[in-house]
T-cell receptor, first 110, second 114 residues
């Protein structure tokens, strides 16, 4: 059974204070790893897909990286508008189901 | 290009009633999946449809059912509602044969059971 664990559960940062979120996964065969951002009461917003170890993708202040066991979402010089819950997910082997981690709630204070 | 559309956005139902939620995927997307999100359990998979066929179902009771139409629109139904069914129900659509490419979510339907 695929498992995805995210840490920390919550993270408070000052504006401009860089940090990283962790997503550890156990799957029988990685077919991709997705990162999403979710604002309260809204659906998850797609950020990145990573497919192989060593892959990196960037978008504004966010950079996602992937190893064989985990993925990191690096946030550089965050702003208050980056406050949200960040979710990671992996598809199963059949590609017909996503398993999500519990999410990291990020709060960036000005 | 329009995103994933879920209707209604909010619902309040009474225990024992049934409810139907609707999801219109992004044009051209054939895979539609449903998830239940609660504060305690996070996002949990309900079922996935591709070309009108249910390909996978999560660990939910038979009160939860769904279907997909020939235009890829999908509905999910919950019968005999219980208080514990209160949640945000999310629909996602995917462009290819499965969820190993990007999956895009709708805004969700917030269901409250009283």
């Amino acid at each position: 059974e695929d498992q995805v664990t995210q840490s920390p559960e919550a993270l408070r940062l000052q504006e401009g204070e860089s940090s990283s979120l962790n997503c550890s996964y156990t799957v029988s065969g990685l077919r991709g790893l997705f990162w999403y951002r979710q604002d309260p009461g809204k659906g998850p917003e797609f950020l990145f897909t990573l497919y192989s170890a060593g892959e990196e993708k960037e978008k504004e202040r966010l950079k996602a990286t992937l190893t064989k066991k985990e993925s990191f979402l690096h946030i550089t010089a965050p702003k208050p508008e980056d406050s949200a819950t960040y979710l990671c997910a992996v598809p199963n082997n059949a590609g017909n189901m996503l398993t999500f981690g519990g999410g990291t709630r990020l709060m960036v204070k000005p | 290009k329009a995103g994933v559309t879920q209707t209604p956005r909010y619902l309040i139902k009474t225990r024992g009633q049934q409810v139907t939620l609707s999801c219109s995927p992004i044009s051209g997307h054939r895979s539609v999946s449903w998830y239940q999100q609660t504060p305690g359990q996070g996002l949990q998979f309900l079922f996935e449809y591709f070309s009108e066929t249910q390909r996978n179902k999560g660990n939910f009771p038979g009160r939860f059912s769904g279907r997909q139409f020939s235009n890829s629109r999908s509905e999910m139904n919950v019968s005999t509602l219980e208080l514990g069914d209160s949640a945000l129900y999310l629909c996602a659509s995917s462009p290819s044969t499965g969820l190993d490419t990007e999956a895009f979510f709708g805004q969700g339907t917030r269901l409250t059971v009283v």
